[in-house]
T-cell receptor, first 114, second 112 residues
Framework: GENVEQHPSTLSVQEGDSAVIKCTYS??????FPWYKQELGKRPQLIID?????GEKKDQRIAVTLNKTAKHFSLHITETQPEDSAVYFC?????????????FGSGTQLTVLP | NAGVTQTPKFRVLKTGQSMTLLCAQD?????MYWYRQDPGMGLRLIHY???????AKGEVPDGYNVSRLKKQNFLLGLESAAPSQTSVYFC???????????FGPGTRLTVL
């Protein structure tokens, strides 16, 4: 099945700086790569996603890049703000059983220091 | 429009007891999922369903059973709870396997 590795596990940045979180995946057939944000005590929520036919996608201060050849994708957050502090999860849609399923990375705790 | 709801929010069980977690969605989604979240391990898929009356095993299915008798509901059962099942359980639903998954608020389960 799919295997997703996420780095770093913790990341601290100064407010206004950029943050980058990287993920690698193992299943070359994976074709959907979402990123979820989970605030403390809350449910995960989708912040951005990318499909395998696109190399980059941007939504205001967040962007995701995908390198299919190297099987890795990254989340970029610019001009970080204290409200960006949360755990971020990447995921990849591997094929397992009767349908594609998301396999999640282990998460990155992002702390934005004021 | 409530989205995805889960009951109960918290539960404490003794080893060997059984319980059922209920997930409901009002978005007419075909796909529903049960995940468990443990510190440092992300979200791991327990079971999922691609439509009413169907279920399939995910990454960590042992010790759990599920049922999808109605399209809007997905039940997760623990027949004989073990301390290793102490976790936060999230239900999610989506239009398809390649679309956004909407998560419920979670159930915090402690097995003593």
């Amino acid at each position: 099945g799919e295997n997703v590795e996420q780095h770093p596990s913790t990341l601290s940045v100064q407010e206004g700086d950029s943050a980058v979180i990287k993920c690698t995946y193992s299943d070359s057939a994976s074709n959907y790569f979402p990123w979820y944000k989970q605030e403390l005590g809350k449910r995960p929520q989708l912040i951005i996603d990318i499909r395998s036919n696109v190399g980059e996608k941007k939504d205001q201060r967040i962007a995701v890049t995908l390198n299919k050849t190297a099987k890795h994708f990254s989340l970029h957050i610019t001009e970080t703000q204290p409200e960006d502090s949360a755990v971020y999860f990447c995921a990849a849609s591997g094929l397992g059983g009767s349908a594609r399923q998301l396999t999640f990375g282990s998460g990155t705790q992002l702390t934005v220091l004021p | 429009n409530a989205g995805v709801t889960q009951t109960p929010k918290f539960r404490v069980l003794k080893t060997g007891q059984s319980m059922t977690l209920l997930c409901a969605q009002d978005m007419n989604h075909e796909y529903m999922y049960w995940y468990r979240q443990d510190p440092g391990m992300g979200l791991r898929l327990i079971h999922y369903s691609v439509g009413e009356g169907t279920t399939a095993k995910g990454e960590v299915p042992d010790g759990y059973n599920v049922s999808r008798l109605k399209k809007q509901n997905f039940l997760l059962g623990l027949e004989s709870a073990a301390p290793s099942q102490t976790s936060v359980y999230f239900c999610a639903s989506s239009y398809s396997s390649l679309n956004e998954q909407f998560f419920g608020p979670g159930t915090r389960l402690t097995v003593l």
